[in-house]
């Protein structure tokens, strides 16, 4: 078993930076590809980053490719997800995710466990 807590999230405004903790513990940490994701009002989760350390990959989605980036600390066993550039658009709940699969999964169906979400709203 894993359990995630994501925090961080926040309201901002556009073109500000935040950066967004999942604190992980349960089983070694180290052992699962992390996984971030997001829902925002009206629409279905959708994927955002993912990193597989195990074997160094990892992808973004297209909305967000060069102003997020998925880093973890093993001590104390944290994922972050910095998010630099934000855009109004950007506002959505977001969730952490661990996967036991291999390769960068996008699928959310792929995780075995998620967070409960942190709220982060943008402002124009």
């Known amino acids: 078993q894993v359990q995630l807590v994501e925090s961080g999230g926040g309201l901002v405004q556009a073109g500000d930076s935040l950066r967004l903790s999942c604190a992980a513990s349960?089983?070694?940490?180290?052992?699962?590809?992390m996984g971030w994701f997001r829902q925002a009002p009206g629409k279905e989760r959708e994927f955002v980053a993912v990193?597989?350390?195990?074997?160094?990959?990892?992808y973004y989605a297209d909305s967000v490719k060069g102003r997020f980036t998925i880093t973890r600390d093993n001590a104390p066993n944290t994922v972050y997800l910095q998010m630099n550039s934000l855009k109004p658009d950007d506002t959505a709940v977001y969730y952490c995710?661990?996967?036991?699969?291999?390769?960068?999964?996008?699928?959310?169906?792929?995780?075995?466990?998620w967070g409960q979400g942190t709220q982060v709203t943008v402002s124009s």
């Open positions: 995710a661990a996967s036991g699969m291999l390769g960068v999964p996008t699928d959310e169906d792929e995780y075995n466990y």
């Open positions: 349960g089983r070694t940490f180290s052992s699962y590809t």
């Open positions: 990193k597989n350390w195990r074997v160094g990959r990892a």
